[in-house]
């Protein structure tokens, strides 16, 4: 079967640095996307990788091992407004999003 | 950048009721719309897939005749919930996909339907 892997609860300090793994097992793979997701709303984009390696974008970066079907996602000099829960999603062989339960995020002063 | 929106934003109804949300691309053409449910503290769970013109492609025990879906046009994507009870009482969000012109195939959401079912 197809499953994404991610811890359910990371706590970290503002202005800290904080890793948010994840692991998958699926049926193809199209690419690995990391959505942002505050309570009570949609899901907003953050990354997409499809080769291995680093991708950066500002304060967050997002790192793909395909073939330790791992990634994560990097969050740097945290802000209080970055406490939301973080989704890892793939893409599998039929471009159907698989969804990671999500990591919820707790940013402390 | 693509945006879709949703609307109702959240509605209230009574046990028994019908309610439509409806899913609009604003900026894009949407071949595929994508239809979610998402509980309180869990993952989204895909209902069904929404291809314009055509019959939609319900998961696994999402029941089809509960959950109507309607793809009239590129831009637009109706879920209705047929004779709503408590536990269909959820937050429905709805997704698009513009391949045009894209390097990949990311889905862009609504803002999500807040459901309550008395």
């Known amino acids: 079967g197809q499953n994404i892997d991610q811890p359910t609860e990371m706590t970290a300090t503002e202005g800290a640095i904080v890793q948010i793994n994840c692991t998958y097992q699926t049926s193809g793979f199209n690419g690995l996307f990391w959505y942002q997701q505050h309570a009570g709303e949609a899901p907003t984009f953050l990354s997409y990788n499809v080769l291995d390696g680093l991708e950066e974008k500002g304060r967050f970066s997002s790192f793909l091992s395909r073939s330790k079907g791992y990634s994560y996602l990097l969050l740097k000099e945290l802000q209080m407004k970055d406490s939301a829960s973080y989704l890892c999603?793939?893409?599998?062989?039929?471009?159907?999003?698989?969804w990671g339960a999500g990591t919820k995020l707790i940013i402390k002063p | 950048g693509a945006v879709v929106s949703q609307h109702p934003s959240w509605v209230i109804c009574k046990s028994g009721t019908s309610v439509k949300i409806e899913c609009r691309s604003l900026?894009?053409?949407?071949?595929?719309m994508f239809w979610y449910r998402q509980f309180p503290k869990q993952s989204l769970m895909l209902m069904a897939t929404?291809?314009?013109?055509?019959?939609?492609?319900?998961e696994q025990g999402v029941e089809k005749d509960k959950f109507l879906i309607n793809h009239a046009s590129l831009t637009l994507s109706t879920l209705t919930v047929t004779s709503a009870h408590p536990e269909d009482s959820s937050f429905y969000i709805c997704?698009?996909?513009?391949?045009?012109?894209?390097?990949?195939?990311?889905?862009?959401f609504g803002p999500g339907t807040r459901l309550t079912v008395l």
């Open positions: 929404s291809n314009e013109g055509s019959k939609a492609t319900y």
């Open positions: 997704s698009a996909r513009d391949l045009s012109g894209r390097e990949y195939n990311e889905q862009f």
């Open positions: 999603a793939v893409m599998d062989s039929n471009y159907q999003l698989i």
């Open positions: 900026d894009f053409q949407a071949t595929t």
